[in-house]
């Protein structure tokens, strides 16, 4: 009697096959080999000592430093390049052809490196109670930081997926490097604080259980929106114009806005309209550095939906003319949410700071720069520009200012200028008085945009009306 055997295989099926590409490849490279067998010497080391040690809080922070390391920076930096490098192969088609979506290409990327990631957090799993046999700590704890730390990189990873669509290889490498710099030292610091806070007998919240759950959902809810948001951005920016993904961004952008907003009118917690501002600044940068989209098939689907499709097209609809329609209204929203909620005081400076970006999109739509097919790269160089030279030249200003006795009133001429002269103005009646000043200058920014996008908007009134045949005709 034979028996058939069955091919054996290390991936099942129904998985993704760019997954299961990538991560084949990720597996197999003497990066992640090496820096897993290095991460687990560390480590090993580190558990001895720590067993021998009289005092195992010493050597805590060592742990937690390598597993920081290893998770949230050196696991992330490989998709560094990926997308970027896929533009240069021109192998981005070939892919394409196997009817792999841009989504499923970019997903594959992020994945990959997730799922490796995931490996070696389940791999530090010994380690963490080992920590807890040796030197009594809370193992719950232990777990949650060590989950918290995977999270905080995979999140970072999905960033970096979005910044590797970049070309120019230095602005993205400024891009990384800089933040990274900045940013960097933070997120070790405040782990390293987690870490000594735990030593000391404290916990992850001193609250009750039930603001403890509650904060963790949150965490894991404003994570999970922020790799949509950074992979969908790495998605549109690799699509063919026939297939845009901004109605699906924007959509979600705005249901993730207005979930914290329902929530705080249910609890009243103000701080949960503080994850309203970066769900905001995303969708401002990703809707403003869209080109206009002159595909009538692009706009099809909206006129497919009726009166209802007919209303969404003026937002949803891709390119920097609907987007800085969205962002108004959304601005607007959090503008009153602000002065509703006893946020007045820093009214002025999110009005200005929202104003400022927009005072960006201005300048490129005025500039020749309004003729690339690609946006996002300058408006990140040309925001960088600005706010380094308006900071020169505010600080030179106030100084003048302060030299002569008087206040900086030039300063509220610009948005970015205004923020820094504010700061400089000791006097509550003076500085409301500034703030209302500049506030009233930095509306000429969006009415200017306003101006700038209905030209926009009007100039693709032909392709709009074939969208409309299309959409009426036959299927």
């Known amino acids: 009697m034979s028996t058939a055997l069955l091919p054996l295989t290390d991936f099942p099926d129904r998985l993704s096959p760019m997954v299961v590409k990538e991560l084949r490849q990720g597996l ?61 192969l021109n192998t981005l088609d070939m892919l394409m052809l196997t009817r792999l979506s841009c989504g499923r290409i970019v997903f594959g990327k992020w994945a990959s490196v997730a799922l490796q990631a995931g490996l070696m957090t389940l791999s530090l799993m010994p380690y963490v109670v ?11 704890t232990e777990l949650l930081m060590l989950g918290a730390k995977w999270l905080a990189g995979i999140v970072i990873t999905a960033a970096l997926v979005a910044l590797s669509t970049i070309r120019q290889s230095w602005l993205r490498m400024v891009l990384i490097i800089v933040p990274l710099f900045f940013g960097g030292f933070g997120l070790f610091g405040w782990f390293f604080a987690v870490s000594m806070s ?46 845009p993904l901004a109605w699906l961004k924007r959509s979600v952008h705005v249901v993730a ?43 099809a689907p909206f006129y497919r939906r009726g009166i209802f499709g007919r209303c969404l097209v003026n937002v949803l609809a891709p390119g920097w003319a609907s987007g800085f329609w969205l962002s108004l209204a959304m601005g607007a929203a959090i503008a009153a949410l602000m002065a509703t909620t006893g946020g007045s005081d820093e009214l002025p400076y999110f009005v200005l700071a929202a104003c400022s970006v927009w005072m960006i999109s201005c300048l490129i739509q005025l500039l020749p720069t309004r003729h690339s097919n690609d946006l996002l790269p300058i408006f990140l160089g040309l925001f960088a520009l600005v ?60 009415l200017l945009h306003l101006v700038l996008s209905l030209r926009a908007w009007k100039s693709l009134r032909p392709v709009r009306e074939e969208a409309r045949q299309l959409a009426t005709g036959p299927a």
């Open 28 to 88: 197999r490279t003497r990066a992640f080999a090496s820096t897993l067998l290095l991460l687990h010497g560390l480590l090993i080391i580190t558990t001895l000592i720590t067993g021998s040690a009289s005092n195992a809080d010493d050597t805590r922070w060592m742990f937690d430093g390598l597993s920081t390391l290893v998770l949230c920076f050196i696991m992330p930096f490989r998709v560094s390049n990926a997308l970027a490098e896929e533009v240069k």
């Open 130 to 140: 080992a920590r807890y046999v040796f030197g009594g700590l809370e193992l719950t």
């Open 198 to 243: 735990r030593s000391f007998g404290g916990g992850v919240s001193a609250g009750p259980a039930t603001l403890e759950i509650a904060a963790i959902l949150g965490s894991i809810a404003l994570s999970a929106w922020a790799i949509f948001a950074f992979l969908s951005l790495a998605a549109s920016r690799i699509s063919p114009p026939s297939e």
């Open 257 to 299: 806005f207005f979930i914290p907003v329902i929530a705080y009118w249910i609890t009243g917690e103000q701080a949960l309209l503080a994850t309203c501002f970066p769900i905001l600044a995303l969708l401002t940068v990703d809707s403003l550095t869209e080109t206009l989209n002159d595909v009538p098939s692009a706009y």
């Open 387 to 446: 706010y380094l030279i308006t900071a020169m030249f505010s600080g030179l200003g106030v100084i003048v200012a302060k030299s002569a006795g008087e206040q900086p009133w030039f300063l509220t001429i610009l948005p970015p200028a205004a923020i820094i002269g504010a700061q400089s103005i000791s006097s509550g009646a003076q500085r409301d008085e500034f703030l209302r000043t500049a506030m009233l200058c930095a509306t000429a920014w969006p």
